[in-house]
Antibody, heavy 122, light 110 residues
Framework: QVTLRESGPALVKSTQTLTLTCSFS??????????VTWIRQPPGKALEWLAL???????FYSTSLKARLTISMDTSINQVVLAMTNVDPADTATYYC??????????????WGQGTLVTVSS | QSVLTQPPSASATPGQRVTISCSGS????????VSWYKQVPGTAPKLLID???QGPSGVPDRLSVSKSGTSASLAISGLQSEDEADYYC???????????FGGGTRVTVL
């Protein structure tokens, strides 16, 4: 059974660094083809893809946020961490982590966490 | 602004068919499979159909997908009240090396 759970601060201040953790079970990032991705959704708005890390430690970032994001993994404890620097109220959103399987290409995020709402205050 | 374009809303009466379009570019929809998600407000998105037209267990036969060039679509037939939700398309973009999502379509059952 695949499960993911996001954790992190509910409130951060502008210019601070936001650090989110995705804890997962039911799969391993030591397994070829396994990946974890982060996606966010501002209140009332659409989904926005942020970053992806795969079993081989390859990393991909949203072009518009690349300079502010860092994704990393700890395979020993089944966690993926996303750090976002210099946050702004526009970064207020529900942040989701999800699993991706790479077969030929990177497949669609299939299992998602419940999401964690982060509010950035000015 | 979302790079995959969807209509903001769609509606139909129970039992009818509703179709949601998703328009992208040659490097996204034109080159890769398109996946579709359903999101009930307040909950996480749920994968309806992945790009290989395979759905997770429990996806009803009432759903069908198609693609032509840089546009794709999702059709829901036999519309039911439980189909009221936001629907998102998604595709990998070879130029951006990342996933793109559509702006979402709110489906209302009249």
């Amino acid at each position: 059974q695949v499960t993911l759970r996001e954790s992190g601060p509910a409130l951060v201040k502008s210019t601070q660094t936001l650090t989110l953790t995705c804890s997962f079970s039911g799969f391993s990032l030591r397994t070829t083809g396994m990946c974890v991705t982060w996606i966010r959704q501002p209140p009332g708005k659409a989904l926005e893809w942020l970053a992806l890390i795969d079993w081989d430690d390859d990393k991909f970032y949203s072009t518009s946020l690349k300079a502010r994001l860092t994704i990393s993994m700890d395979t020993s404890i089944n966690q993926v961490v996303l750090a976002m620097t210099n946050v702004d109220p526009a970064d207020t959103a529900t942040y989701y982590c999800a699993r991706i399987k790479k077969v030929v290409g990177y497949g669609a995020p299939d299992y998602w966490g419940q999401g964690t709402l982060v509010t950035v205050s000015s | 602004q979302s790079v995959l374009t969807q209509p903001p809303s769609a509606s139909a009466t129970p039992g009818q068919r509703v179709t949601i379009s998703c328009s992208g570019s040659s490097s996204s929809v034109g080159s890769n499979v398109v996946s579709w998600y359903k999101q009930v407000p307040g909950t996480a998105p749920k994968l309806l159909i992945d790009g290989n037209d395979q759905g997770p267990s429990g996806v009803p036969d009432r759903l069908s997908v198609s693609k032509s060039g840089t546009s794709a679509s999702l059709a829901i037939s036999g519309l039911q009240s439980e189909d009221e939700a936001d629907y998102y398309c998604a595709a990998w973009d070879d130029s951006l090396n990342g996933w793109l999502f559509g702006g979402g379509t709110r489906v209302t059952v009249l």
